[in-house]
């Protein structure tokens, strides 16, 4: 599945093409793996911007990037064994070759469900632990608030928090189906619906003395909502802005960025790539947390490559809840 | 003079009115000081507004809040002597009360200039010492941008960044003359004129790399285009935003915010209230800086009380070069 043309809002018939070409041929040092599942990613659709980012940009006629599971089919390398199942990134494509020398990608350890090592376990989750606790420096008796907190990287950000002691989680999510799930099933304090409640009114009765740390999948208005919101010494993490990446140009700015100036906050963005030499031990504790049942996450699966470009746009249309997996 | 009613824009005649009222009678403890210059600061504006800030906005009927420095009269206390000269808070009037239990006013140490007092060993210096050091985590190597460069704050700022290992200061101010004074004079490394050049190019010129730290002064279209060019890891301290103050209504927001996300940066503001108990040793650093003629100041001398109003329009029409000071 390669870039046919660069897309303007979401993905459509004219974005992406599928072609054919013969599945490749390991050489020495390579294993060649047919892709099982995909971890789809707001990510990609940014990729898919001629625009400067912390990756360059998809090229026309290039596979698109993404991450992934497969399983090896044929190895030239010790590394890999046919049969193991490898992650790393993948693209959508139903065969990959992985490159032992570079460690292009990793051996799946037993026992882990595929939907979690590119899930919870993976970058999505991982987005979430760095983000709130060493961007964000969640402490004790914050009041946290998550946008974006049904999808895969606000869900378990929600609920990292609560364990590091946060005194109140707040989600917002769109609908009262999510707002349920978050409250009842992963144990937010309290929901606000984006799509039917005034967002910044129901953030001035939930958190009457200010957010002390607001962790942002979505940028537009609700970054501007929660900005003005903020409390003293309150921070903001950029994590994403699933809210603009479909416009035409650069989005709204935050209108009320000057209560950072006035209420002494931080805003700051980070890229999950920065913190893979880290991912070891932050793996191992949320692996405790899920064997714990302290940490719940849950999967969106659609089924066949062709579908993936429907599967990116549920993320941009608030079709899913929790991670979103293409099983090829 | 107190506000009369609230400025949209600019301070006009129906902002402020000159009230006259018998000279306060210093009670024990107290002393009765007559002011003798004021400090003109972007700030004493957006207190004129009805809006919630880290102070309470003046209320209408009362003295206009400013530093400044003056006289002591007569005294009630062992702690003020008359001759003596005081800095504080005194208001824009000719007498203000000092109350030694609550050091409202401090004694100016022997040999100090007023000027140098309410300027650069001021509130004025310590908003540029604390800004970049502190906040800005100004470090050797560093590309660092200024905006209001030739005024009071950012002038400051720009030559604390050079003294502390920066290997390029790039000022940003209004018109040829200013721009030839902070390079000239002051040693910026370069100079940008918002008023004649295109900025966001010139920025691209002048910081090839991007910048490390942006020292934003003033807000608006300058902080969106510093924000377009931020190097890895750049950071954006918000010291004010001056070119907004004078708006109804927010100010159009950064839409460049999202460089934050992809290049792993930091906006954060501060207000120097918070470094009052850290001013000693910086202020002794700062003297020492002057004494070896590493930090230069000028200041802009405006006569007589009725003059304040004008003095302060001076900030945000650009009249002004260095620290706005009104001599009673």
Not at 45 to 58: E, G, H, K
Not at 98 to 108: F, R
Not at 137 to 161: L, M
Not at 167 to 190: P, R, S
């Amino acid at each position: 599945m390669v870039l046919a043309n660069r897309p303007t809002g979401l993905v459509d018939e004219n974005t992406l093409r599928m072609e054919s070409e013969p599945v490749p041929e390991p050489a020495d040092g390579e294993a060649l793996v047919q892709v099982r599942y995909l971890s789809i990613d707001p990510t990609i659709r940014t990729w898919m911007d001629d625009v400067p980012s912390y990756l360059p940009p998809i090229g026309i006629g290039e596979v698109i990037r993404s991450g992934g599971v497969g399983e090896v089919i044929e190895s030239r390398t010790d590394a890999y064994q046919p049969g193991q199942l490898l992650f790393g990134m993948t693209g959508w494509q139903d065969y990959v070759i992985a490159d032992a020398g570079e460690k292009s990608m990793q051996v799946l350890p037993d026992g882990v469900p595929p939907g979690i090592a590119i899930g919870i376990l993976g970058v999505t989750g991982m987005t979430a632990y760095f983000g709130l606790i060493d961007v964000g420096k969640v402490t004790e008796g914050d009041v946290v608030v998550i946008s974006g907190a049904a999808g895969a990287t606000g869900s378990a950000a929600g609920q990292i928090a609560k364990i590091k002691g946060a005194k109140k989680v707040v989600g917002i999510a769109g609908g009262a189906e999510k707002c349920a799930y978050i409250v009842d099933e992963l144990g937010f304090d309290e929901a606000i619906d984006y799509k039917n409640d005034n967002v910044a009114a129901r953030l001035r009765e939930a958190c009457p003395d200010g957010i002390d740390l607001y962790f942002d999948n979505v940028g537009g208005s609700i970054l501007n909502d929660c900005l003005a919101n903020l409390a003293l010494r309150g921070r903001v993490v950029l994590c994403g802005a699933i809210s603009t990446y479909n416009d035409d140009g650069p989005p709204t700015g935050p209108s009320n960025y000057l209560t950072l100036l006035v209420r002494r906050g931080r805003m700051e963005g980070f890229i999950i790539i920065d913190y893979l030499d880290r991912f070891g031990p932050a793996q191992m504790e949320m692996a405790g947390w899920i064997a714990e049942g302290k940490i719940k996450s849950s999967e969106h699966i659609v089924e066949g490559l062709e579908k993936a470009p429907d599967a990116l746009n549920l993320l941009f249309t608030g079709g899913n809840t929790g991670k979103v997996i293409v099983a090829l």
